[in-house]
Nanobody, 133 residues
Framework: QVHLVESGGGSVQAGDSLRLSCAAS???????????MAWFRQDAGQAREFVAA????????YYADSLKGRFRISRDIAENTVHLQMDRLKPEETAVYYC???????????????????????WGKGTLVTVSS
């Protein structure tokens, strides 16, 4: 079992930066290298949207096209934590940001996202990001 807890959300102004964190607690004590970690977001009344993903094993990353260059996902293996650095935030990016973990490797997550399948093995409860204009 993997328990995910997001943190770092809050209220910012348009153009500001924010860094989200996702701490993973693993019953086995470590997260297998075949896992991928991902961030999604969902605003009220809107569909869940993929943001970024990272391979736990080798650190390879994958981003939603519209977010490349402004968002950066990273991992801290020693702390079992994934971060999402968000720069130049926009009001339309107000949403609850969710962390997810999946055992199908990054390539599996990429395939899922490409066909609109957002079923991940584990989800956190989310952290709210509010961007004001």
């Amino acid at each position: 079992q993997v328990h995910l807890v997001e943190s770092g959300g809050g209220s910012v102004q348009a153009g500001d930066s924010l860094r989200l964190s996702c701490a993973a607690s693993i019953s086995s004590g470590y997260l297998s290298s075949n896992f991928a970690m991902a961030w999604f977001r969902q605003d009220a009344g809107q569909a869940r949207e993929f943001v970024a993903a990272i391979s736990w094993g080798d650190g390879d990353t994958y981003y939603a096209d519209s977010l490349k260059g402004r968002f950066r996902i990273s991992r801290d293996i020693a702390e079992n934590t994934v971060h999402l650095q968000m720069d130049r935030l926009k009001p339309e990016e107000t949403a609850v940001y969710y962390c997810a973990a999946d055992h199908w490797r990054l390539s599996g997550v990429v395939d899922k996202v490409a066909r609109g399948d957002y079923a991940m093995d584990f989800w956190g409860k989310g952290t709210l990001v509010t961007v004001s204009s």
